[in-house]
């Protein structure tokens, strides 16, 4: 059974800091791995999806490295923002898409 | 283009009672699914449809039923609701199984008093 874990699962960082969230996961023999934003209250929105051939992804401050064999991603968020505060998921696709728990990130003014 | 939308948006039921939360997508996507999110554990997969006429069980299917109406819509039945399914629900749709990206809607929130 895919597990996926995120650390951490919390983070605070002040405004104009790089965020770097990290996550793992047990089984690499995966299609594909989605990063996820969630605002309190709302639906998931897709930030990126890299296809398991790939290393990374990139769209706008956002950049997202897939290591398969060591079954791990890192999304990096550059110059944080206020309004990039949030809880971010990472999901892996072997037969379904399995999810993390999830880092709730808070930037401060 | 809706992408996917989910009715209601909330919910309260009583122990024992029924409903069914309703699903659908305009974006002539094959692969369907329903969620559940409960804090500090992430989504949960509890049923899916791989294409129209087909579903399967997830991680957490207990309790639950589906019906794939058509290729928009895919909706989810609570027979018999109990506090444990207090939760968000979130249905998603993707192109096909497999590589594809998964589209989510704006999810249900249930409480089950």
């Known amino acids: 059974k895919q597990e996926v874990t995120q650390i951490p699962a919390a983070l605070s960082v002040p405004e104009g800091e790089n965020l770097v969230l990290n996550c793992s996961f047990t089984?690499?023999?995966?299609?594909?791995l989605q990063w996820f934003r969630q605002d309190p209250g709302k639906g998931l929105t897709s930030l990126l999806l890299?296809?398991?051939?790939?290393r990374e992804q990139t769209s706008g401050r956002l950049n997202a490295s897939l290591d398969k064999s060591s079954g791990r991603s890192t999304l990096y968020i550059a110059a944080s923002q206020p309004g990039d505060s949030a809880t971010y998921l990472c999901?892996?696709?072997?037969?379904?898409?399995?999810f993390g728990a999830g880092t709730t990130v808070t930037v401060r003014a | 283009n809706a992408g996917v939308t989910q009715t209601p948006k909330f919910q309260v039921l009583k122990t024992g009672q029924s409903m069914t939360l309703q699903c659908a997508q305009d974006?002539?996507?094959?692969?369907m699914y329903w969620y559940r999110q409960d804090p500090g554990m992430g989504l949960r997969l509890i049923y899916y449809?791989?294409?129209?006429?087909?579903?399967d069980k997830g991680e957490v299917p207990n309790g639950y039923n589906v019906s794939r109406l058509n290729k928009r819509e895919f909706s989810l039945r609570l027979e018999s609701a109990a506090p444990s399914q207090t939760s968000v629900y979130f249905c998603a749709s993707t192109i096909g199984a497999g590589s594809h990206e998964q589209y989510f809607g704006p999810g249900t929130r249930l409480t089950v008093t």
């Open positions: 089984d690499s023999a995966i299609y594909n």
């Open positions: 890299i296809q398991s051939s790939q």
């Open positions: 999901a892996v696709t072997t037969s379904q898409l399995s």
């Open positions: 449809s791989a294409s129209e006429g087909t579903t």
């Open positions: 974006m002539n996507h094959n692969s």
